[in-house]
């Protein structure tokens, strides 16, 4: 390419469009100026807001310490962009190279980044879902309603769904002295994320703050007064909780559906691309001028079998970012591939979980550092007799550590001393995940084996 | 060369001054050892790396007996439990819990912060008592009294105690000296050692018992009175933290300003830069803290199993140390380590260790170092060196000038 100074035509003078105007998309953007890229930039988002953080927003946001519409992503740097916030992307035209827009305008393209995320996935039934007090969190205006039926002193809030942000929902819920009550189908917060083992200490953090935890349960339907007004949920086991705000936590819904027929190869698990960020048609094969990154990707990774992971983590969402805009604008010989070690962090009932690695991968757990009852530990993910993952629960100066074991395969169980390692934690167990051949709205991380194309893919999603 | 005699230049005088060629001969081999001395490691990622490793502990009573034998008693109290400087989890990250509960967020955020009025009117105070002189010591002068009086004033010592409390901070850095004279030089230096420690724990002992019948607005009201889900420090704790707190928060920023005022005056431009613009203070004290870090080297370190680095398996229960002041000069990590760039970006040094021991009074030490040296550049009219390199303290770990002679030719209010 750059043989014949295309390339540098386009570093010099052409023109990348950017769809989503989130975290992925402006980092995308700063990285482009960083490293030369000179010509004109688009960037297309359907939130009117300028680019935000989400971690905040169910955390500092609920708590009250944060406004919503102050988590306004710090500028790295200028990025001299046309902004068209408010305005979605509504098809892509491969061919013709152009997006098309909501407005019905269109913009041409030399290369294309789609970083359009995920959404919150809403309560199944309609109707129920309309109710005055029904709430997701996925944006900013989402966690000012939120945050502002919060301060209003509702009774009692229902939280369908322990994952994450079900949970650090329920801990704000608490820091605020507010009734919750958490229905969770699996056997455990947290348990499609961390596994069983670490959702025990999830659920005890949880009683223990006073939340009315309630696991094994589904929640079966939501019922109103006649002004339309969330009064009552019913629960599975026949039971049923006044409540006057539930917040809908089942997971996220990739925001791919604007590109149905466009031939790419996106569907509900998103758009699957390679290591270097590159989107896949729908035949397989990878296109040259399509990149995507963030929460809507799904690549492989060839430190997991070459699986393709979608993460909705802020960590990955930035360097792939990075990744992709860098491989956007170099020739084939500089390009880089995304091999990200997954890692995230959390924030719920006074405690700092972070992970590393991919813990719904591993079949077994064990306790290296601290301990469970004290919930100050390190726990060790295996797959396989290697060291697949790890997460701490307030320790996490230790977790490099244990990201370098990962990133080295190195044998599992751990056969070290280490510092803080109790007799307790000497022997691995079973980590306990769900069964993965049933549905589970828990896991921030899904695997896949197989070939992406959004016909083949069969997605059962989640019936309350 | 062999390491021995590395090591034996690292702890002599005569390379006091400039320690840093030794340092870049050392990084040829990242991880060295002699037959029997420690195992010396320079290079900024092993560093790191062990210093994020469970398996690398800071409590002596980990070491083999060879290695023991090798490392100096230090006239440790044998009343007084170790300081959780030098534990390891959980009794570390407990105690270490318990003193930032007073001194830190969570639970007490704005602790340093607030101190900015009383910082500021110390300095004040140390520069305008330098009006009618064309010359000072900035050690006995200024670097010395100054954390000395912030260090009083969060612990809440009274003012008349401090000239004791500079006695005795001065025996006990001194101890922590790895370089021993003969042996009854060392026997006569540990008499004086166990004498200062006592001294200091029975005075501390008798105020944290005052301030727990009357509590008042500092530390050690605060640790005396606290109560939280750790529980408490018991007594000989709280006065092992405390006297922790006083030689670690002393020792260290005096050779933070003055070597941060050495290095501003072999670098005008930088002076006149930081006159111009205070603001710069942040990112130079950082800098400085990568080129002249007041702790050139960690001597306690033990390894609790055999750990493969950097081609070398140290084995268990050796005595680590791990040299600081050379990882922050390591060309592998950072660019052209050698110049001082007071705006230096991307500038993870490892002046203040890293991992769960890494400094615990750092915010603390920023802020008396930025106003130090702020105020310092400000008031002094055309300072300059009276000799340089100046004389240099005997401790190899604790680096720093013992004298450091500034002549000006007045001073601005
Ligand atoms: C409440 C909450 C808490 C979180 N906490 C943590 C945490 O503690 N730790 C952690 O690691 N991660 C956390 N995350 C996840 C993290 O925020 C995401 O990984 C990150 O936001 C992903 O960034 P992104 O740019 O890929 O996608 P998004 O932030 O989802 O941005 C996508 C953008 O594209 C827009 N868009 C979608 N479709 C279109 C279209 N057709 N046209 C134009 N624009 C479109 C969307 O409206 C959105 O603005 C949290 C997320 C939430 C919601």
């Known amino acids: 390419m750059s043989v014949d100074g295309s390339l540098d035509r386009l570093r010099r003078e052409g023109h990348i469009v950017i769809v989503g105007a989130s975290l992925a998309g402006l980092r995308a953007a700063e990285t482009l100026r960083d490293e030369g890229f000179t010509g004109a930039l688009t960037i297309v988002g359907d939130e009117p807001h300028e680019p935000y953080d989400r971690p905040p927003l169910s955390k500092q946001v609920l708590l009250g310490r944060v406004p919503?519409?102050?988590?306004?992503?710090?500028?790295?740097?200028?990025?001299?962009?046309?902004?068209?916030?408010?305005?979605?992307?509504?098809?892509?035209?491969?061919?013709?190279?152009?997006?098309?827009?909501?407005?019905?305008?269109?913009?041409?393209?030399?290369?294309?980044?789609?970083?359009?995320?995920?959404r919150a996935r809403p309560w199944p039934h309609e109707?129920?879902?309309?109710l005055d007090g029904v709430f997701v969190l996925r944006t900013s205006d989402d966690a000012a309603g939120l945050h502002h039926r919060l301060s209003a002193g509702p009774r009692r809030v229902l939280v369908i769904g322990a994952g994450f942000t079900g949970s650090e929902i329920a801990s704000a819920c608490r820091e605020r002295g507010l009734d919750v009550t958490v229905a969770e189908r699996g056997s455990a917060p947290l348990v499609g994320a961390l596994g069983g083992v670490v959702?025990?200490?999830?659920?005890?953090?949880?009683?223990?703050?006073?939340?009315?935890?309630?696991?094994?349960?589904?929640?079966?339907?939501?019922?109103?007064?006649?002004?339309?007004?969330?009064?009552?949920?019913?629960?599975?086991?026949?039971?049923s909780v006044e409540v006057?705000?539930?917040?809908?936590?089942?997971?996220?819904?990739?925001?791919?559906?604007?590109?149905?027929?466009?031939?790419?190869?996106?569907?509900?698990?998103?758009?699957?691309?390679?290591?270097?960020?590159?989107?896949f048609d729908v035949r397989g094969i990878v296109t040259d001028d399509v990149f995507v990154a963030g929460d809507v990707a799904r690549s492989p990774h060839p430190l997991f079998g070459y699986q393709f992971l979608s993460l909705e983590h802020w960590g990955n969402a930035v360097e792939q970012a990075e990744t992709a805009a860098h491989n956007m604008i170099s020739s084939s010989t500089d390009r880089r591939p995304h091999v990200w070690t997954p890692s995230f962090w959390s924030a719920q009932f006074g405690m700092n979980i972070k992970s590393v690695g991919v813990p719904p991968m591993a079949d077994e757990i064990i306790v290296t550092q601290g301990s469970l009852a004290e919930r100050r530990f390190t726990a060790v993910y295996g797959y396989q007799g290697r060291v697949i993952a790890a997460v701490t629960f307030d320790q996490a100066k230790w977790l490099e550590f244990y990201q370098q074991q990962i990133e080295r395969a190195a044998p599992f169980p751990p056969e070290f001393t280490t510092v803080d390692r109790r007799p307790e934690g000497m022997h691995p167990v079973p980590a306990g995940f769900p069964d993965p051949s049933l549905p589970s709205h828990g896991p921030t991380v899904t695997l896949s084996g197989h070939s992406p194309s959004d016909r083949r893919i069969s997605f059962t999603p989640l019936s309350a | 060369m062999t390491s021995v005699a590395l090591l034996r230049q690292i702890t002599d005088y005569?390379?006091?001054?400039?320690?840093?060629?030794?340092?870049?001969?050392?990084?040829?081999?990242?991880?060295?050892?002699?037959?029997?001395?420690?195992?010396?490691?320079?290079?900024?990622?092993?560093?790191?790396?062990?210093?994020?490793?469970?398996?690398?502990?800071?409590?002596?009573?980990?070491?083999?007996?060879?290695a023991a034998a090798m490392t100096p008693a230090q006239g440790e109290d044998p009343n007084l439990p170790p300081t959780f400087l030098k534990l390891d989890p959980p009794e570390h990250d407990r105690l270490r819990r318990l003193t930032m509960r007073p001194f830190g967020p969570p639970h007490t955020p704005r602790r340093v912060y607030e101190m900015r009025g009383e910082l500021g009117e110390i300095v004040s105070g140390l520069i305008d008592g330098f009006q009618g002189k064309q010359q000072i010591d900035l050690v006995d002068d200024f670097s010395y009294p100054f954390p000395v009086s912030v260090i009083c004033r969060l612990l809440g010592i009274p003012r008349e105690d401090e000239p004791?409390?500079?006695?005795?901070?001065?025996?006990?850095?001194?101890?922590?000296?790895?370089?021993?004279?003969?042996?009854?030089?060392?026997?006569?230096?540990?008499?004086?050692?166990?004498?200062?420690?006592?001294?200091?724990?029975?005075?501390?002992?008798?105020?944290?018992?005052?301030?727990?019948?009357?509590?008042?607005?500092?530390?050690?009201?605060?640790m005396a009175t606290g109560h939280g889900p750790d529980g408490q420090m018991s007594p000989v704790e709280m006065v092992s933290t405390a006297a922790l707190l006083l030689i670690a928060g002393h020792e260290t920023t005096v050779n933070l300003i003055t070597n941060g005022m050495l290095t501003l005056l072999r670098n005008p431009d930088v002076l006149q830069r930081l006159r111009d613009d205070p603001d710069l203070a942040v990112p130079l004290v950082e800098e400085l803290l990568r080129f002249e870090p007041p702790v050139q080297l960690l001597p306690?370190?033990?390894?609790?199993?055999?750990?493969?680095i950097a081609g070398t398996t140290i084995p268990k229960g050796a005595s680590l140390w791990l040299v600081l002041a050379s990882g922050n000069r390591d060309p592998q990590r950072f660019l052209d380590p050698d110049r001082?760039?007071?705006?230096?970006?991307?500038?993870?040094?490892?002046?203040?260790?890293?991992?769960?021991?890494?400094?615990?009074?750092?915010?603390?030490?920023?802020?008396?170092?930025?106003?130090a040296l702020t105020e310092l550049v400000r008031r002094l009219d055309n300072p300059r060196l009276v000799q340089d390199p100046p004389p240099y303290r005997q401790n190899a770990v604790l680096r720093g000038p013992r004298h450091l002679g500034i002549t000006f030719d007045g001073l601005k209010p």
């Not at chain 1, 035209?93 to 305008?105: C, E, N």
């Open chain 1, 68 to 118: 919503a519409d102050h988590t306004t992503l710090p500028r790295r740097r200028e990025v001299d962009a046309q902004w068209r916030l408010g305005v979605a992307a509504t098809g892509l035209d491969m061919a013709a190279k152009r997006v098309h827009l909501a407005d019905g305008a269109a913009v041409e393209y030399d290369r294309l980044l789609i970083t359009t995320g995920v």
């Open chain 1, 244 to 279: 006057e705000v539930a917040v809908v936590c089942l997971g996220a819904t990739r925001n791919t559906e604007w590109l149905a027929s466009s031939g790419l190869g996106a569907g509900p698990r998103g758009i699957a691309c390679d290591a270097g960020c590159r989107a």
């Open chain 2, 340 to 371: 001082f760039i007071p705006d230096r970006p991307d500038n993870q040094h490892l002046g203040f260790s890293s991992g769960v021991h890494n400094c615990f009074g750092a915010p603390l030490a920023r802020l008396e170092a930025q106003f």
């Open chain 2, 164 to 222: 004791r409390f500079h006695a005795w901070a001065d025996t006990l850095a001194a101890s922590i000296d790895p370089v021993r004279g003969s042996a009854e030089d060392q026997e006569a230096q540990l008499q004086t050692v166990r004498q200062a420690r006592a001294d200091l724990a029975a005075y501390l002992a008798g105020l944290i018992e005052e301030r727990s019948r009357s509590p008042r607005d500092d530390m050690l009201s605060a």
């Open chain 1, 127 to 130: 109707l129920e879902a309309d």
């Open chain 1, 199 to 239: 959702g025990e200490v999830a659920a005890t953090l949880q009683r223990e703050a006073g939340v009315d935890l309630r696991c094994g349960i589904m929640v079966t339907g939501l019922e109103g007064d006649s002004a339309g007004r969330l009064r009552r949920a019913h629960l599975s086991d026949g039971s």
């Open chain 2, 300 to 308: 306690q370190k033990t390894t609790l199993a055999d750990i493969d």
């Open chain 2, 14 to 66: 005569a390379n006091r001054a400039d320690p840093y060629p030794l340092y870049a001969e050392l990084r040829k081999t990242p991880v060295v050892r002699d037959e029997d001395g420690p195992y010396l490691v320079s290079t900024y990622w092993e560093i790191h790396h062990l210093l994020h490793d469970p398996r690398v502990s800071s409590d002596i009573r980990n070491l083999n007996p060879e």
